[in-house]
Structures are given as C-alpha cells and as structure tokens.
C-alpha cells in the first residue's frame, strides 16, 4: 500500500463506448473487482494503479489528496465515470481485516444504456499507445461449488448468545444489539468467482452485488448515496421469510407490518441514520413508518431517508458518520459493540461494514456488506490451502431486543444465509 503524498499525479480518461452486455466478463476470474444493479454497472479490468490501506477516520481526507493530484478527462459525466476507487471497511476498527481502497488501470461502466472505459495512470508512466477500446473479456471458468458448514458459531451457541443478548437489554446494558454467527468452508483454488458475482446479480437484481478485496455478496441495504448533492439511505430492520405460496406470504408481510419487536427494532435503526445525517444536510426527511421491501425470499421493513448536502461533504464523510448504523450493530453503539465484541467468538472482517465507491467529487454510492462471503483472506490475496482449496466465511446476523426469541432469529438468520448459500452451491 502507498501514502497518498508519495504518488505521482494520476492520468485519467473516459470515453464511450458501443454497449457491453456483460461487463463482469471483462473482470479477473481470480479477484473481480464489481459494483452492479440492474442494468448499471462499474467493473475493476486488470491490475490496479492504485490501493491504499484505508480507515474511516482518515478516508475522506486520503481521497481528497488523491483527487487533488490527478488530471481528470471524462467526456461521459454519468455517476461512476472519471476517476473513480472501489472502497470497503471493516464492520469494527479493531478488525485484523482493515479497510482497502483501489483504483483500477481500466473500468468498464455501464448505466441508462450507455457504457464507457476509463484508464488510469501514473503521470509517470508513458502514455497509451493502444486507442481506447475495450480489452477482451475473458472467457468464464467451469462451473464450481463451495462446501460450507458451522463455524465458530454452531446454532446452538447462536441461541445462547441471543439470551445473553435479551438478559444484557434486560438489565439495562444496551435497548438492541445485532448479533451473527458464521459459516465456514472452501472453494477449489481455481475458481472463477466471477460466476458468484454474475449468480448473484441475476437471482437478487435489485440489491447491490460487490466483488471487492475477496468480499462477494448482493446487499439490499444502501448505507449512503451521493449524487450532485442529494443524500439517500435506505434502512432495513425487521424482516420475515417470504411464504410458501400467495396466501402465506400475504400473511407474513401483514405479521411484519404490525410486529412491535420489528418496528421498535427499526425505529432504533431509522433514528441512528438519521441523527448522524442530520449534522451534514439539509431539507432531510424520514417517513414516520416504514414500508415493506419485498425480496426474492425475505420482507424487510424498510425507510427511505432522503436529505441535501449543506456543508460539501463527500459520500466517504458521510459513511464514517453512519457506520456502523444500529440495524448492524445497535444501540447505543458503542455499548452494542462491546456487547458483540463479548457474545461473538469471531472477528467479522468486512461483513457488515460499508463496501461502495467514489468519484472525483466525493459522489459515491455505499452499502453495507450483507449475504456475503469472504473468499480467500483480503489484500494479501487468496492462499491456497494445502487441499488446493481456498477459505472461505460467510455471516449473517439479527436484531436482538427485549421480545426476541433464540429459536425465531436463529431461524431469520437461516433466511438471510441463503442467498449467499446458494449461490455457492
């Protein structure tokens, strides 16, 4: 990793290009680097100019420094053109994982039915020679499947942690706390991970799908959204499996609407957002109830909390503001945290933090890493074990307060391990 103040300017330049159709072939098999939803899509192509270690305290600043030094010319101006850096941190800052932030040599975008290549270089580098078309995709690997079980976790020390969980609210210690339990496993050393991505895109297309630093999974939870300064977030807590059939899945989504536990857990969630946005914009409004979020196999509560820019503030200011949010961790969050730092025999890693990008303007589209897998380690790339396989963990957590019940959020976190489940299999 290189400090910010050691580097050359960076060369930058955008320019259209005929539509791609599949931009995630253009990605490393071994280490794609990903952001799509829908029909948009920003992929990392060959190696990076750039990664920087990075941590929420000084990200905004690192970016700025970055920015201040490049020479930018993007003819395309559509969110996720120019110099952009694909970012993630880690759920707690004394995680072994850290954060990690990476500008690609080559992004393909696409978005509104158009696509662009942006190529980066150091000014010290020479010049390109090749024009700007795309380099060829790669053709995908054969099919593979992950072989996953219980981790440090097992569902019967989840279910006990979720009492002490109930018994610290009880007592006064904390009004929430988040709590997960992990799976473990392997992949075959060759893999290309990027059929992980393209499953889990096509299965959950109005989630976030990431592939950044070996984290792969398809959040439905934005965390923060700048665009030419106006602020969205999406919160999510409370939820329910979808029903077998018509009928019980209008019964589940009516038990949802009007469950106390779920509602009084995402009232705290909705209120942690909202106070930390408060102090950056203007004109911000949250509804006072939330609606259902419908997913292939969940329904979540879900507000939309939507805001201006009043202090130029960037997207990396506004996500060490936020996180961690209480509908990950609780509150309040301090205590929380030390609570999950006592009841969970695991460091999460980068499950549960934010994963997104930025632009040169401090625009930027974050979410929160959920139904996601780390696939072998971070930065220092994936190591094979000796079985020529590769590790790989997967969380998933719930909301604890003071009505829950052990047997109900271990189930809940049974649902939410399935869409990273299954496309593992």
């Known amino acids: 990793m290189i400090e910010p103040s050691r580097l050359p300017p960076l060369v930058v330049e955008t320019r259209p290009i005929d539509p791609v159709a599949d931009p995630v072939s253009y990605a490393d098999p071994l280490h794609p680097l990903a952001w799509l939803r829908r029909d948009e ?24 420094e970055v920015v201040g030094r490049s020479q930018i010319d993007d003819t395309v101006g559509m969110p ?28 393909v975008g696409t978005r509104q039915g158009r696509s662009w290549i942006t190529r980066v270089r150091r000014a010290d580098e ?34 006990h942690a979720v009492r002490a969980g109930v018994s610290a609210i009880a007592s006064g210690r904390v009004q929430k706390v988040v709590l997960a339990r992990d799976l473990v496993g392997t992949v075959p050393a060759a893999a290309d991970l990027r059929r992980l991505v393209r499953a889990l895109a096509s299965n959950y297309p109005d989630t976030w799908t990431f592939a950044v630093d ?15 300064g106006t602020v969205t977030a999406r919160v999510l807590a409370g939820t329910i499996a979808r029903g077998a059939d018509a009928e019980s899945d209008a019964s589940a989504s009516a038990a949802l609407a009007i469950s106390g536990k779920d509602r009084d857990e995402h009232r705290f969630a909705v209120a942690s957002v909202t106070e930390a946005l408060e102090h950056f914009t203007s004109d911000l409004d949250a509804p006072s109830a939330p609606h259902l979020l419908e997913l292939p196999n969940l329904w979540h ?23 961690p949010t ?7 969050t301090d205590a929380a945290i030390d609570l999950i730092r006592e009841l969970e025999p695991f460091d999460r890693g980068r499950y549960a933090g934010p994963v997104g990008w930025v632009d040169a303007h401090g625009d930027g589209e974050w979410a929160i890493a959920l139904r996601c897998a780390q696939l072998g380690g971070t930065s220092s790339g994936r190591v094979p074990h000796a079985t020529g396989t590769i590790p790989v963990v997967a969380h998933a957590g719930a909301g604890i307060v003071a009505e829950s019940d052990p047997e109900s959020e ?11 489940v299954d496309a593992l299999a």
Request: proline share 10%; aromatic share 6%.
């Open 410 to 420: 271990l189930l809940e976190t049974r649902v939410k391990f399935r869409p990273i």
């Open 41 to 64: 899509a920003i992929v990392g192509v060959g190696p990076a100019v750039i990664e920087l270690s990075l941590d929420a305290a000084t990200a905004a600043t690192q970016w700025r």
């Open 80 to 107: 996720g053109s120019g110099l952009i850096a694909f970012g993630i941190l880690p759920f707690d800052p004394r995680s072994s994982a850290g954060g990690h932030l990476v500008i690609p040599r080559t992004i």
């Open 301 to 323: 509560l879900a507000t939309d909390v939507v805001g201006h820019l009043s202090n130029g503030a960037s997207s990396l200011d506004l996500v060490r503001a936020l996180h």
């Open 214 to 228: 070996g984290l792969i999974g398809a959040s439905p939870e934005t965390l923060v959204t700048v665009q030419t």
């Open 326 to 332: 209480a509908a990950v961790a609780g509150t309040p």
């Open 126 to 159: 020479p010049t390109w020679v090749d024009g700007a078309g795309l380099p060829p995709a790669i053709p995908y690997g054969p099919h593979w499947s992950a072989t996953v079980g219980p981790g440090a976790l097992d569902p019967e020390g989840y279910q």
